[in-house]
Each structure stands twice: as C-alpha cells, then as structure tokens.
C-alpha cells in the first residue's frame, strides 16, 4: 500500500482555514484528518508558548451532541496549538457516551450534559481524577420560523393541540425539562420524546412541531432556521457539563491538555460565543 | 437431522463446512452474548410492567399492517419487473434498491420531508384535510413499509423469474384470462417465494428503528414500539434493555416459525 496517498503534506495546514460554513463541513473535516493521524507534523505553526510537555498522536473525545459544533471548533483551535496531534470526536447523546465508555470504550475524554451521565462513568470507575464543570447550559423554547402555532410560553407546552416535541426523560435534556416543568407546576402534552436534543431541534428545523425545549446552545447553532423563546423557569433548570479525562485512555497526557484548553481562557471564550454559560 | 435413503450422508461437500460454520457462528454468537448477559431473574417483573406490553403490542400490530402493505402493493410490483417488456425496468429495479441502502435515519427525514407537516405531499394533506401524519402510529407503518417492501419486492421478483412459465403458456391456451392465470396458476407457483418474501418483511419491519423514530417520532403507545423503547433502556438501564431485546427476539422467532411452519406446510403440498 502507498504511503497515505490522501494526505499531501500541505493538506493539513490548508485545511484549517476552512471556517465554520456548516454542521456537515468541520466533521468531515475532522473524519478526513483523523485518516492522517499519524502524519508527522510538517510546519510548525503558532504553538502556544508555555505549553508543558509535547503533547502528540489521536485524542479521542466522546462529546455530548449538544457541544457538536463549538467543540469541533475547539478541536481545530487545539490542533492549532499542538502541531502532531489529531482530535477526533464522538457525539452522541450522553447517556449513549457513557455506556459505550463503560462498555470499554477506548476514549480520552468524556465531556457530558449533566453530571448524573458523568456519575455514572465515574462511578464505574472510568474516570481519571474528579470531573470539573466547565460550562452550563440552559433550556429554550425553540420555535419554527414565524411560530405557526403561536408558542409564547411554557403553557403551551400543555395543550393537546399543539404539536410538541420534548426530549426523552433518559438523556439530559429530558431530565433538564423535568425539573423547568416542575419549577413552572405544569404537565407537558408532547407528541414525541426525542432520543437528543439535537433530534428535537431537527423536527423544530423541518417545521414538524409547534415547539421543542432545547437547549439555548441549539437554537444558537440552529441560527435563523428557529426561533428562541426564553422562559423564567429556565433558571430551575440550569446543566452544569461536566469534563473528565478517563482512565485507561489511549493516550493520557492528550486527554488532559484537551481538557486544560477547553478550561483555559481561549476554550472559555469559544464555548460563550456558542452560548454556554460559565459555571 | 436424517441422512437421505440414496447414500449421500449428510450432502455437504466437507470443503462449505468451514465457511458455512463461521457463517453461523458469526451470526448466532453475538445473540449467545445476549443470552449469557440477560438478568434472568428481572425478566419477570419487566415483562409484567404495562409499558414493556404497550410496546410490544404495538410493534406486532404496525410491523402487521406494514407487511400487509407490503404484501398488496409489492407483490404487483414485483410481477411487473419480473415480466413487463417496458424500458426502463432495468432502472426502476436498481432505484427499489435505494431504500436498502439508504440508512434508515435518512429514509425517515426522506419520509418527513415527503409526508411531514411541511412535506411535498403532505402539506397539501395538512392543508386540505387537518391531516399531519408525523407522531402517529400511521406514520410507524409507513416507516416500516418503506424499508421493508423492498426485501418482499426482490424475493418475490426473484421466485417470479425462476417460475416456469409454461404452466401459464398451458393455462392460456385453455382459455384462461389473464386475471385467472395470475390468481390461480402464477400465484401459487409463486407461493413460497412470497411467504419468504413476507416473513422477511415482517421481520425486517419489527427491527424498524431509525425510519421509525426520525419520521414518527417517540411516544408510549402511539410510536414507541419495542426497538425504540431498547434503544432508549439501553441510555439509562442496558440490563432492562437486553431483556426487552430478548422479548422481541423470543416473539420474532416464535412468530416466524409458526407463519413458516404454516404457510411451506400449505404451499408445499
């Protein structure tokens, strides 16, 4: 077999100025790049001065589908910064995450939507050192362009008419809607409990539903295609997303300096512009 | 297992052995796996438990009306590119394939995008009717008919072009119409292919899962069948959701080989 016929040594350094254009754009980048990820590093570019230890080769990071896109960002930012490694990652609703790294999954770094996903792994020992929080999130209402069916507030969310899309009470956004609709003593009417958020925010895209809870990150990265309604019983429902790098994992010192850069003043940065609030 | 009175012993060919072991082996041992893991003693208390039942009542009920469906309207269409001498034919058979490629997550947006609320068909049927698709049980048929006709489709086309024709030729220059022929001579040449062509339907549309959840979305009773609610266990509590594997599998087989032992039985004599 030919030397990695599919990476000319000037594709990686091209390749990150590709900006943000779409979902489907920075993951295939990521795939593609992930194919290279023994290519030595050719230039080096703008490393971080400061940085402690070389830090090099594939970091895997199994992330919630709700950090899809600003980690993705991140990733490239990282890669930036550490010429040689490679991030690749994993989205999925957390709860999915957490049994595929309880099944053995041989992961870096788990950075989940909420701290009872995270228990889980931690308590079934996977995790390497306690997990921290590194961002929240709260829920919106999101609604299709125009608001066909006239969502104002979580009220609504009860009537039997409307059609309602919520997320399944087993992933966080689920749990995180529990506990605002408690907070607002009110019981959903839904037409379907999706399997994630981003699920949810989809049938909101296709105008299939009247409304969905997500979380604001979503409707952010959903831009003009829905729209975001705040509501005050949000505040009940506040997601600390905790990090963890992971025991057994492949490749230790990478996982931590992911980790460091998503806590770090540029990762912080990143992840704000993306709508996610500070712990 | 008999060995044959004319002296052939088993009739396979020592060198298939091998192959034809690893085949089953690398098709049964993961369900080993499952059996190994399963908490027995929880079976009980999750198959008394209403939503497990809800479940499962509902995916018998859809994948039943989707293979019905599949039977009606695939089995004509299965005639059709078997025998019609139109052009194009080569093409619509190559396109019926789609659907058994496409994953079935994009099958179920494909289906959205067709019949959803905001669809090319059914935002006429919200308009004109109030009729919104999307959520129902309806739309779990649909879903499971639309990945799983094309496997009735091609069994059915396949027995079809293997039929030997000369009993229609026969039954033509007697006299019979060709209504008459179809029912009563090409039917039932056809028979076993079609009940093959069913029971994979059938089986294909209880494992409905991506089409179903991304087109009909996820609620208890109306659209959460059994796949749906293991894939959701299987978030919070992978015990609860190998035992509810289980329960479709057992059901499945014991499905199967009722409609199989019945239908080769009928056909066969």
Redo the contacts between chains.
């Keep these: 077999m030919p030397p990695r016929p599919l990476c000319p040594a000037r594709f990686r350094p091209a390749t990150r100025r590709v900006r943000l254009g779409g979902p489907i754009a920075p993951i295939a980048l990521i795939i593609v790049l992930s194919a290279c990820g023994g290519t030595p590093p050719e230039e080096t570019q703008t490393a971080t001065p400061g940085e402690t230890g070389p830090v090099t080769g594939d970091i895997t990071v199994f992330g919630a589908a709700s950090l899809t896109d600003s980690f993705t960002e991140l990733g490239e930012g990282f890669e930036e910064a550490h010429p040689g490694t490679s991030v690749r990652f994993s989205f999925a609703?957390s709860?999915?995450l957490a049994?595929q790294i309880l099944s053995g999954a041989p992961a870096d770094v788990f950075a989940s939507a909420s701290p009872a996903t995270m228990a889980l792994v931690a308590e079934g020992g996977r995790t390497e050192g306690d997990p921290v929080a590194f961002v929240t999130n709260r829920l919106q209402i999101a609604v299709p362009v125009g608001n066909p069916g006239r969502v104002t507030s979580l009220e609504d969310f009860t009537d039997q008419d409307r059609?309602i899309?919520l997320c399944?009470a087993?992933?966080p956004c689920g749990a995180a809607s529990a506990r605002a609709f408690e907070a607002a003593r009110l019981t959903p009417a839904?037409?379907?409990?999706?399997?994630d958020v981003r699920?949810a925010l989809t049938?909101v895209r296709?105008?299939?539903v009247d409304a969905a809870l997500v979380y604001q990150t979503d409707v952010l990265v959903a831009g003009t295609q829905v729209e975001g309604i705040d509501f005050a019983e949000s505040a009940a429902a506040v997601n600390d997303y905790p990090i963890a790098v992971l025991r057994e994992a492949p490749n230790p010192a990478g996982g931590q300096a992911f980790l460091d850069f998503v806590l770090s003043p540029d990762g912080q940065a990143v992840l704000g512009a993306a709508g996610f609030g500070s712990p | 297992m008999q060995t044959p009175a004319d002296g052939r012993g088993t009739g396979i060919p020592p060198i298939l052995l091998l192959p034809a072991g690893l085949g089953l082996a690398f098709l049964l041992l993961p369900l080993v796996g499952l059996l190994v893991r399963t908490p027995w003693s929880e079976l009980g208390t999750l198959l008394s438990r209403p939503a497990v039942l809800e479940a499962l009542r509902l995916s018998l009920v859809t994948a039943t009306a989707a293979t019905a469906i599949c039977l009606v309207l695939g089995v004509p269409l299965a005639w059709v590119l078997a025998r019609a001498t139109v052009p194009g034919v080569r093409l619509v058979r190559a396109l019926l394939t789609l659907p058994l490629v496409l994953p079935p997550v994009v099958g179920g947006v494909a289906l959205l995008l067709l019949l959803g609320r905001r669809g090319l068909i059914g935002q006429h049927l919200y308009d004109w009717f109030g009729l919104s698709l999307p959520f129902t049980s309806t739309a779990v048929v649909l879903s499971q008919a639309f990945v799983a006709m094309p496997f009735l489709v091609i069994a059915v086309e396949g027995a079809l072009r293997g039929a030997d024709r000369r009993f229609e030729d026969a039954a033509a220059t007697l006299g019979a119409g060709r209504w008459l022929i179809f029912r009563r001579v090409t039917l039932p040449l056809v028979a076993p292919g079609i009940s093959a062509g069913a029971v994979l339907c059938f089986a294909r549309a209880l494992g409905e899962f991506g089409a179903t959840i991304t087109f009909a979305g996820n609620f208890p009773g109306v659209t959460r069948t059994m796949p749906l609610s293991v894939y959701l266990a299987l978030e919070t509590d992978p015990q609860a959701a190998i035992v509810l594997a289980l329960v479709l599998l057992l059901v499945s087989v014991l499905i199967l080989l009722a409609l199989r032992g019945r239908w080769l039985n009928g056909v066969g004599s």
């Design positions: 609703g709860s999915s049994q059609t899309a399944a087993e992933v839904p037409d379907t409990y999706e399997e699920a049938k296709l105008d299939e």
